[in-house]
T-cell receptor
Framework: QKEVEQNSGPLSVPEGAIASLNCTYS??????FFWYRQYSGKSPELIMF??SNGDKEDGRFTAQLNKASQYVSLLIRDSQPSDSATYLC????????????WGAGTKLIIKP | DAEITQSPRHKITETGRQVTLACHQT?????MFWYRQDLGHGLRLIHY???????NKGEVSDGYSVSRSNTEDLPLTLESAASSQTSVYFC???????????FGPGTRLTVL
């Protein structure tokens, strides 16, 4: 079992719809959860972080954390073609001295 | 503006040669990290440093070394480059007590 798992996609979503990206992790001691966006040929850039169970909203983005089920998700409302990118989930791991462990990413395609 | 830079951006080298990739940040961050990114694997930690003269091995450290002589720089050295080290390399940094990482633009290394 991978420590941080994401569906590699691609996930295709029509413009204006809600894109839902999911990530599961295996370490119950994890405390911090991050979503990064990475355009092709570019470096990862932070979208959101979340520490507590529940939802956290920032503009069109909502991060959802469920520690009991060990998953974190990212919702993108009113998806735009500029949202087309690979989305990386990262989790800090107690067993790794709280180093960030990264999922392989989900490729999102927003179709006009 | 504070930033993190990497050089070179692209490098082609031959098997067996020593290669050094530079990383420089002007945020005065204590913590610096080197990752490699390969298709299907996400970001994998090579080495990291929590301050001057501190270095630690990550999950894929074999064949790589780092040194930290000042706060701003963490150069990554490939002692004897191998074709398996063909990858995109990212440097990241974060401030003391923080876990949100900020990335440099990356170096694409090809070992022939």
């Amino acid at each position: 079992q991978k420590e941080v798992e994401q569906n590699s996609g691609p996930l295709s979503v029509p413009e204006g719809a809600i894109a839902s990206l999911n990530c599961t992790y295996s370490d119950r001691g994890s405390q911090s959860f991050f979503w990064y966006r990475q355009y092709s040929g570019k470096s990862p850039e932070l979208i959101m972080f979340i520490y507590s169970n529940g939802d956290k909203e920032d503009g069109r983005f909502t991060a959802q954390l469920n520690k009991a089920s060990q998953y974190v998700s990212l919702l993108i409302r009113d998806s735009q073609p500029s949202d087309s990118a690979t989305y990386l989930c990262a989790v800090n791991y107690l067993r790794r001295n709280y180093q960030l462990i990264w999922g392989a990413g989900t490729k999102l395609i927003i179709k006009p | 503006d504070a930033e993190i830079t990497q050089s070179p951006r692209h490098k082609i080298t031959e098997t067996g040669r020593q290669v050094t990739l530079a990383c420089h940040q002007t945020w005065n961050h204590n913590n610096m990290f080197w990752y490699r990114q390969d298709l299907g694997h996400g970001l994998r930690l090579i080495h990291y440093s929590y301050g001057v003269h501190d270095t630690n091995k990550g999950e894929v450290s074999d064949g790589y070394s780092v040194s930290r002589s000042n706060t701003e720089d963490l150069p990554l050295t490939l002692e004897s480059a191998a074709s398996s080290q063909t990858s995109v390399y990212f440097c990241a940094s974060t401030g003391a007590g923080e876990d949100t990482q900020y990335f440099g633009p990356g170096t694409r290394l090809t070992v022939l």
